[in-house]
């Protein structure tokens, strides 16, 4: 996701929109996922498993610059809503790219019934959403780099690896099977492809 929506960023500063729109079609099939893999994947990528309450992430927030040993297996309480946050701002991002990119193209078969207003504010929603998920993604480098500084939690390495040492009397989380991956993503692909020709 990362590299998609650098590339979705690159293309549009220069004007590259068949490439920009390829990027958003992409960055749509794997929100898919997320989502759906947020619901039958492994514990760890599960909502149910890491969304807390708002007062359980305002109680973690209260002890972030608490050094303490680093046991959560997973997101924590804040983290949880943080990947929420980027999920939504990108979901509305790439779907309001997809409309306006149609609308501008005359694709879709429902482009055809929009009203102007509508179309008018969607273009205008592609353009704050983008300033917005800036906004959050500098928050959530911000949050990274504290923990490493002040907490001495590395949350880049488990993120990118998705290994991370537990404590000896912490179960590891359940892991789901690849097939079901490939499967949750094929139908992703399928759903983010029709969205864009329907559309």
């Not at 079609?25 to 599960?46: K, P, Y």
């Not at 990119?101 to 273009?123: K, Y």
């Amino acid at each position: 996701m990362v590299v998609l929506v650098v590339a979705a960023y690159i293309s549009w500063r220069a004007n590259w929109m068949d490439l920009h729109a390829l990027c958003g079609d992409a960055l749509l099939a794997l929100l898919l996922f997320r989502l759906g893999w947020g619901v039958v994947g492994s514990d760890t990528a599960r909502f149910g498993r890491f969304l807390a309450s708002p007062r359980a992430a305002f109680s973690h927030l209260a002890h972030l610059f608490r050094r303490e040993p680093d046991t959560q297996c997973g997101h924590n309480p804040a983290g949880g809503w943080v990947v929420v946050l980027l999920l939504v701002l990108l979901l509305a991002q790439t779907i309001s790219g997809i409309v306006m990119n149609n609308d501008v193209a005359d694709e879709g078969p429902l482009t055809q019934i929009m009203p102007v207003w509508l179309a008018n504010l969607v273009t205008d929603m592609h353009v704050y959403l983008w300033d917005a998920l800036l906004v959050a993604v500098g928050l959530h480098l911000a949050a990274i780099f504290t923990y490493a500084v002040v907490k001495g939690h590395n949350l880049l390495r488990p993120m990118i690896t998705g290994v991370k040492p537990l404590p000896a009397d912490q179960p590891a989380p359940r892991m789901a099977r690849a097939a079901l991956a490939f499967l949750v993503l094929g139908a992703s692909v399928v759903a983010a492809a029709l969205f864009a020709s329907l559309i």
